[in-house]
């Protein structure tokens, strides 16, 4: 059970995905405008994460270890035809979202941190239980490192900042401090 | 469109006009990641040149053959196939550099320069430009990639390709090579273009 914490925990604000280990960048850049849309944003790729991470688990159960030089091909098929779901169904119940999220919404295809999410999975040898767990740890994560960074820019869009600031060198700097911040997260395992 | 000049021009581009990183900002999820020192950069860099070139190449020879609905996910699992060729490869020739580097070789993949590039040029264009857009970009990648990776490596650890360049005294700044370090670093990469631009529309104004 403390292992399942532990896993949960350390997906979560320790090795933070987005923060720590820089992934799923470009939504974190490209769709932190918003609060409520970087939230709803956050949600879609944590049922993504989840989903891939059950067929992760069931491929290198019964299909890698006859095709091991399949893994990345299945991987990536897999998050390609969650997304393709998860795009038809939001489209369906709210088209709003939809087009708020824009082209960022198939775009969770190449986020990076699902794709990373099954790979670790694998290379750690995750029960199904843990695999579910971690990906909910770090679909998390990558939910309050975007609602957080949404937050600031919210601010920062009141606030008068030198032009030449303006745009994505001022959003690297407030994601190095937020990185920043989480790094002292780290202490909660030292001990 | 089939003069010489037209084909060095689309290379070119990519180096600086239009540089994938600074002036795109695209790929950045392993252009922070293994940027902590100049080697690894430069090994991401070429394998991320050797990825993209052979699927540019594949993706324009293919253009006419390949439906359009299922457009991305057949440049997905073309891109997939030169990922497992580069991560087996990595892994035979430097284990150690397979360790290093870890899952972001496997993570070209969701590379988004990759993926834009087949989109926006490769599946539009004929081979031989494909293949030139595909180097500049390429080579304007692996530059930015060992700019940051070469800083970092300076001011984390005080090396250069692991040669110590300060003497005793020096106190390194950790937190370059850490994590906050890549964002902080990109930040001001990417502030000093800015101050370059406005500094050029400043004197043209």
């Known amino acids: ?191 | 469109m089939s003069s010489q000049k037209n084909l060095s021009e689309e290379f070119l581009k990519g180096i600086w006009k239009e540089n994938p990183v600074f002036i795109q900002v695209l790929g950045m999820c392993p252009m922070l990641a293994v940027t902590n020192t100049a080697v690894n950069a430069i090994a991401m860099g070429v394998a991320t040149a050797f990825v993209l070139i052979g699927s540019s190449f594949l993706v324009s020879l293919l253009r006419k053959v390949i439906a359009k609905p299922v457009r991305i996910s057949t440049y997905i699992v073309i891109i997939a196939t030169f990922v497992t060729v580069a991560d087996y490869s990595i892994e035979a020739f430097s284990p150690a550099l397979h360790r290093e580097l870890g899952a972001f070789i496997a993570l070209i993949v969701v590379n988004c320069l990759i993926l834009g590039r087949q989109e926006a040029y490769a599946s539009k264009n004929t081979i031989r430009y494909s293949l030139a857009d595909a180097a500049g970009m390429s080579v304007g990648f692996a530059f930015a990639l060992f700019c940051l990776g070469a800083t970092r490596e300076i001011l984390g650890f005080g090396t250069f390709f692991g040669s110590p360049l300060f003497g005793e005294h020096f106190e390194p700044w950790v937190i370059m090579a850490l994590p906050p370090g890549g964002f902080l670093m990109l930040g001001f990469v990417l502030l000093f273009f800015n101050w370059i631009e406005q500094r050029k529309k400043g004197v043209t104004a």
């Open chain 1, 1 to 191: 059970m403390s292992d399942l914490a532990w896993i949960f925990i350390s997906a979560l604000l320790v090795n933070n995905f987005t923060l720590y280990y820089f992934l799923g960048l470009c939504p974190f850049f490209g769709v932190s405008s918003k609060v409520s849309v970087a939230v709803r944003l956050g949600l879609a790729t944590i049922f993504v994460m989840i989903i891939t991470s059950l067929a992760a688990t069931f491929l290198t159960t019964f299909i890698l270890p006859h095709a091991p030089y399949l893994k990345l091909i299945s991987f990536i098929i897999v998050i390609a035809s969650t997304v393709q779901f998860v795009e038809m169904v939001i489209k369906k119940l709210s088209p709003t979202l939809f087009r708020a999220m824009g082209i960022f919404l198939p775009l969770i295809t190449t986020n990076c941190a699902i794709l990373f999410l099954a790979l670790t999975q694998t290379s750690k040898d995750y029960t199904l239980v843990q695999g579910l767990v971690f990906a909910l740890g770090a679909g998390g994560g990558f939910t309050i490192a975007l609602a957080l960074m949404a937050g600031l820019r919210e601010e920062g869009e009141l606030s008068k900042v030198p032009n030449m600031v303006k745009g994505t060198a001022l959003n690297m700097i407030i994601a190095g401090l937020l990185s920043l911040a989480f790094m002292g997260f780290a202490g909660l395992f030292s001990s």
